[in-house]
């Protein structure tokens, strides 16, 4: 049998979350989403290009919980988007009950999934799903750092004209405006980024990273990025269901990792068929500790609003 995917809210990220996923022939999907038509409606638009895909798998659009029963990964978009002038932490309590909505009636119909969390602000987002869900914070996670690193790679294939596909970027922290990207980790054929640029084109260039989301927003005017942020989604879906353990940067738990105890921050981790199985620790110098910690700082300040 095929894997299932449930990906909770058919906006822009989650229709092209499942598409990516129907397109690659990896999982059966079921799109839900509060309003009715919609989930169906594209659905069935993607079932009708399966054909044309090459690919087996179905998908189903829904307006039932229940359709979503067995899932062995759920997706969470579900929430307002991000406006002109909005941080991503502006989101958070218009998304807080929504997001704990969903995860009572996932924890329900899906007790053994791994949860992929994507809806802003992310890592309290991810964290008030481990907490509502009652999983495994092995199964609980955010996407957050692979959209980071994907778009500090771009920006830096830009400025030396090389293939995108040489960049290895790294980026930590939280999925906000703190975030921290890592220069001495972030590779062109494993040149480091030091000796590539010097410190002011750097700093530009994680400048850049650090509101790649905003400047989206303020092209766009109504609506947020989803292209990219499907795309690392699914290398997430990817990677646990063909148990790829690739090494990505994603929100996960941490319990005294990096010096932090009991909140969801971006870290390198190995990904596979239980979810996070590992978190990566790498060496941090004194001033990358205190960027890493400021910035998980900043995700705390926000669950203390929501007495997390």
């Given amino acids: 049998m095929k ?5 909770v809210g058919a906006g822009n990220v989650g229709a092209t979350t499942a598409q990516l996923v129907v397109q690659s022939g990896i999982a059966d999907v079921v799109l839900f989403d509060v309003v009715e038509g919609i989930p ?27 359709e979503t029963s067995g899932s062995d990964v759920i997706v969470i978009t579900a929430g307002l988007a ?33 949860l992929i969390v994507v809806t802003n602000p992310m890592d309290v987002m991810a964290q008030l799903a481990w907490k509502t869900t009652e999983f495994s914070c092995k199964r609980v996670m955010g996407m957050g750092g692979i959209l980071d ?7 830096v294939s830009w400025e030396l004209d090389v293939s995108p596909e040489d960049v290895e970027a790294l980026v930590l922290g939280g999925h906000g405006d703190e975030m921290v990207p890592f220069p001495r980790f972030t590779t062109v054929k494993g040149i ?16 850049r990273t650090r509101n790649g989301g905003a400047e989206i927003v303020a092209f766009l005017k109504s609506g947020s990025a989803y292209y990219a942020p499907a795309a690392s989604t699914f290398q997430m879906v990817k ?45 941090l110098t004194r001033e990358e500790k205190a960027q890493f910690r400021r910035s998980c700082e900043s995700v705390r300040k926000l669950l203390k609003q929501l007495s997390i």
Avoid at 104 to 109: F, N
Avoid at 196 to 205: A, V, Y
Avoid at 246 to 259: H, S, V
């Fill in 3 to 7: 894997k299932k995917v449930s990906i």
């Fill in 40 to 66: 169906q409606g594209k659905a069935l638009d993607m079932a009708e290009a399966c054909p044309l895909w090459n690919s087996s798998s179905t998908i189903k659009g829904t307006n039932d919980y229940s």
């Fill in 82 to 114: 991000r406006k002109p002038g909005m941080s991503r932490s502006d989101l958070l309590h218009a998304n807080t009950n929504i997001v704990k909505g969903v995860c009572y009636e996932i924890a329900e119909t899906s007790p053994h999934a791994i």
């Fill in 149 to 155: 690193a994907s778009r500090l790679a771009a920006f």
């Fill in 192 to 207: 480091p980024l030091t000796e590539l640029f010097p410190k002011r084109k750097i700093d530009s260039l994680i400048e």
């Fill in 239 to 283: 990677s646990i269901l063909l148990d790829e353990k690739r090494m990505l940067p994603c929100t996960a738990y941490l319990n005294g990792e990096y010096g932090i105890k009991d909140i969801y921050a971006g870290v390198p981790v190995i990904l596979g068929k239980e979810g996070v199985e590992k978190i990566v620790e790498v060496k």
